[in-house]
């Protein structure tokens, strides 16, 4: 029927890490109904199977993204059941806060565990078998606090500014497989992840913002499903595309 867009994602397998809430539970949806096979994988099993559930994904997974045993044994799982992972989203993170002077190092070791070391393990796992099938697309969620810092969040910030050229490096050494790396670095977005913070703080930071507003995770999933799309994301390799209410301009 003429005027009907078809699919973008149409049987492309796509695994969602971080896929259980949030900005990574919206990608995966919006993946979904862009005709994805989508696996959602999360540290939790109930949490991540109600989810899949709920979005009508494929199927689950539970990977802790700081353990590679971990992560391989789900990525073998994926790899055993669908043949193929076409697309790669790592949108697994913690936040916490704290200044620098009165951080232990423990909370430090906690963020750049899961925030940096994480993306870097699933890549790991995953990055190889599409450098073997010459075709695949990674996407990590990184922050536009990677860009600009923010009090009381240097452990974070040097996790996504890891992220962002985590991205770049590897998006070098894998283009030429016809593997494309990419970041997404949202501005404040209304998820779990923010719950915690304070309204003084909320309120603050949205009168920063040029249009005034927190983003919601329906307002990045389509960034994600541009970058996995074919022809919209081919030409982006390295690229970090920031939906962030204006916050950074680079
Ligand atoms: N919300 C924001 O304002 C914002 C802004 C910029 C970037 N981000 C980034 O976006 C990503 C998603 O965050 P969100 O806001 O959707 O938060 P969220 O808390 O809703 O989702 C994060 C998910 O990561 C999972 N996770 C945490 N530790 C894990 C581990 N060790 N192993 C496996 N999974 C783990 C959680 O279970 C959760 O499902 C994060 O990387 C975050 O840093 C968020």
């Known amino acids: 029927m003429s005027g009907v867009r078809p699919p973008a994602l149409q049987d492309r397998v796509a695994l969602v890490v971080g896929g259980a809430s949030g900005i990574g539970a919206s990608i995966a949806r919006a993946f979904v109904s862009e005709g994805a096979v989508v696996v959602v994988a999360d540290r939790d099993a109930d949490a991540v199977s109600m989810a899949s559930n709920d979005m009508a994904a494929a199927g689950s997974a539970t990977m802790d993204v700081r353990d590679?045993?971990?992560?391989?044994?789900?990525?073998?799982?994926?790899?055993?059941?669908?043949?193929?992972?076409?697309?790669?989203?790592?949108?697994?993170?913690?936040?916490?806060?704290?200044p620098l002077v009165e951080m232990s190092p423990q909370q430090w070791q906690e963020t750049i565990d899961v925030d940096l070391t994480g993306v870097f393990l699933c890549c790991r796992a995953v990055v190889p078998h599409m450098v073997a099938r010459q075709s695949g697309r990674v996407i990590n969620i990184a922050s536009q606090l990677g860009i600009k810092g923010g009090r009381g969040l240097t452990h974070y910030s040097a996790a996504k500014a890891g992220v962002i050229g985590l991205t770049k490096a590897l998006a070098l050494e894998v283009a030429e497989h016809n593997v494309l790396v990419n970041a997404i670095a949202p501005g404040?977005?209304?998820?779990?992840?923010?719950?915690?913070?304070?309204?003084?703080?909320?309120?603050?930071?949205?009168?920063?913002?040029?249009?005034?507003?927190?983003?919601?995770?329906?307002?990045?999933?389509?960034?994600?499903?541009?970058?996995?799309?074919?022809?919209?994301?081919?030409?982006?390799?390295?690229?970090?595309?920031?939906?962030?209410?204006g916050d950074v301009m680079p």
């Open 68 to 98: 590679f045993d971990s992560v391989q044994a789900a990525v073998s799982g994926v790899m055993a059941r669908y043949g193929q992972i076409d697309v790669l989203v790592n949108s697994a993170g913690i936040l916490t806060e704290s």
């Open 188 to 245: 404040p977005i209304e998820t779990p992840l923010v719950a915690g913070i304070s309204e003084d703080w909320k309120v603050a930071k949205r009168a920063e913002l040029p249009l005034g507003r927190f983003g919601t995770p329906d307002e990045v999933a389509p960034t994600a499903v541009l970058l996995a799309s074919d022809p919209g994301g081919n030409l982006f390799v390295g690229q970090t595309l920031g939906p962030n209410s």
